[in-house]
């Protein structure tokens, strides 16, 4: 599960300028830092408290995530600046406005020192414009908890290698076992409880369920999800989970998948076809929420909440993302996952999300003490960097246990810490609870659910973890194929990613608008004609030449 803000202060702002002016630092593939004399500045690499010897400031940019209250008096935050040694100064953006402020943060070089918990594409800010510092050096000689993760994950290195043998970015890696079968769909079993019904297990099923829901309460929302967008929550959208009843989804806005080795679009296919005739019939009969495509995450919780719980399905990767497990929990309670579905051809899956590592931390040109920021990015990667984030400081956020309690973690395992903050939709100051480190199994279940002996409670706000691995272990992991296979991580080379750029916005765009035009009836899904001029019109827009790239990508990488 899967985190107003000081501005850049003018005093940092002519110092970067008069440095700026005595070094040439910047973009145009310029790869030197601000010229700073540090030889007496640091303690000893793997020492993280404290950093440095003498206080500096690092300016540090990060998405504004709706349940983090400040990251400048957060708790983590203090709690890092206290022993560090480092103050860090926080610019935001809400996730919505985050890729236009860090384009305009890049184009006018008014650059952070680094970028936290944000994913840069490196190939045009590492690579192209020299913006990113490589990292390579701070990793090899300054960080000794990801050289130990590059050993632990033994692609991880390669998978962070841009194309001209550089890294541009410190990982993230969280090994998230519900997070890998995301595409989740949530049933009201009290409202299936009261209506005298097994949870649906067939498309057909599903149907006349919403259908008997609906009218027994016509004013209720049989199944509803949000807009597939930044504020529109995580893997909300009902096609997701409704297109595994007829063919693989992908978990590409470009519908893009491995068949065995080979590059395809599922969303040409007759499969999706019969996908978005199934949800425009629900659309027709009222039964899918007329608003899904354009419902945000904050509407959809607002709904959720309303007088006598009228949602009986809806998609979502966690439930908690839509429901406060602590402020509402007999409402928490009553939704459980519902396994895929199967279709009229006997088709049944469930979409399998590897675990992967991301670009996540990054130092720009601008930064005057990159060992800093790289030592610093080192500690959010150990373990307790990592419980810290997400709980807290060690001490009221979190504490080991003691091994003669015999705490039990979700997954049924002995813990090794108690976790005191719950994760919440709310805002809060205590953690940066979706700020993600390197998060690997053992990590995710370390956290005490219940002690060995005791009956777990399973809807407990602490143990919204346990909800997630039950389902995901009882109800997804049975149904995961190999016919086909989520597109891996891949590294384009410049000229590459320059060819299909506009190709990219344009199919992202006309995929997205169509799909909601074949589900509310603006055009026609059962009219042949219709469906033939869009799939021409996918070519047109340049499909084959993006599959083409990929394919290449692929086979430079993997093959």
């Not at 709690?79 to 040694?85: M, R, S």
């Not at 063919?247 to 590409?252: A, E, G």
Request: net charge negative.
């Amino acid at each position: 599960m899967k985190h107003s803000r000081k501005v850049w202060s003018t005093i940092l702002a002519a110092s970067m300028l008069a440095a700026m002016a005595m070094t040439g630092c910047g973009g145009n593939n310029e790869e030197s830092t601000v010229s700073v004399d540090t030889s007496d500045l640091y303690t000893e690499a793997g020492t993280y408290f404290p950093i440095v010897n003498e206080p500096i400031t690092l300016t540090v940019f990060t998405e504004q995530r709706a349940n983090t209250v400040d990251y400048n008096t957060n708790d983590v935050t203090v709690f890092l600046e206290e022993n560090t040694g480092i103050d860090l100064n926080f610019e935001t953006a809400p996730s919505d406005a985050l890729e236009e402020k860090v384009n305009l943060a890049f184009a006018s070089q008014d650059l952070p020192d680094m970028f936290l918990g944000v994913q840069l594409d490196d190939s045009r800010y590492g690579v192209e414009e020299g913006q990113l510092i490589d990292l390579t050096e701070l990793i090899d000689t300054k960080m000794p908890r990801l050289q130990e993760i590059f050993e632990e994950v033994p692609t991880m290195r390669g998978a962070m290698t841009q194309t001209d043998g550089k890294i541009y970015q410190f990982p993230a890696f969280n090994d998230c076992y519900h997070c890998n079968y995301a595409i989740k769909m949530w049933a009201n079993t009290a409202h299936l409880e009261e209506m005298g019904v097994e949870a649906p297990t067939t498309i057909e099923e599903f149907y006349n369920v919403c259908k008997q829901f609906k009218e027994m309460y016509p004013d209720s929302v049989p199944l509803a999800g949000a807009a597939a967008t930044a504020n529109g929550g995580w893997n909300s959208d009902p096609m997701m989970f409704i297109l595994n009843a007829y063919t693989f989804y992908p978990d590409n806005v470009y519908g893009l998948r491995m068949h065995g080795d080979t590059v395809e679009t599922a969303y040409s296919t007759d499969e999706y076809r019969e996908a978005l005739k199934f949800l425009n019939q629900m659309y027709n009969e009222g039964l899918l929420y007329e608003a899904t495509y354009t419902t945000t995450a904050d509407q959809m919780k607002s709904i959720l909440v309303e007088e006598g719980e009228p949602v009986l399905f809806f998609s979502q990767g966690a439930s908690v993302n839509f429901i406060d497990s602590a402020s509402t929990p007999e409402l928490y309670s009553h939704y459980y996952p519902i396994a895929p579905l199967e279709g009229p051809d006997g088709t049944q899956m469930a979409t399998h999300i590897p675990t992967e590592p991301y670009g996540y931390y990054s130092i720009t040109t601008e930064c005057q003490y990159p060992e800093a920021a790289a030592r610093l990015v080192d500690y959010l990667l150990t373990d307790e960097g990592g419980f810290t984030m997400n709980n807290g400081p060690e001490g009221t956020g979190w504490e080991y246990v003691d091994e003669s309690e015999s705490w039990i973690a979700a997954n049924g395992e002995p813990a090794t810490i108690m976790a005191y903050h719950v994760y919440t939709q709310e805002p809060q100051n205590e953690c940066w609870q979706d700020v993600v480190g390197y998060a690997s199994s053992a990590f995710r279940f370390a956290s005490g659910v219940y002690q060995e002996g005791d009956e777990p409670e399973l809807f407990a706000p602490e143990a919204s973890e346990m909800v997630l691995y039950q389902a995901t272990h009882d109800l997804y992991e049975p149904y995961k194929t190999d016919e086909w296979t989520k597109v891996p991580a891949l590294n384009f080379l410049v000229e590459e990613n320059t060819s299909v750029q506009t190709i990219e916005v344009e199919l992202e765009t006309y995929i997205s608008e169509s799909k909601v035009q074949f589900i509310t009836g603006v055009l026609d899904i059962n009219d042949d004609a219709a469906w033939q001029s869009y799939v021409e019109s996918l070519d047109s827009i340049g499909m084959p030449k993006l599959i083409e790239v990929y394919q290449t990508a692929y086979d430079r990488q993997y093959k």
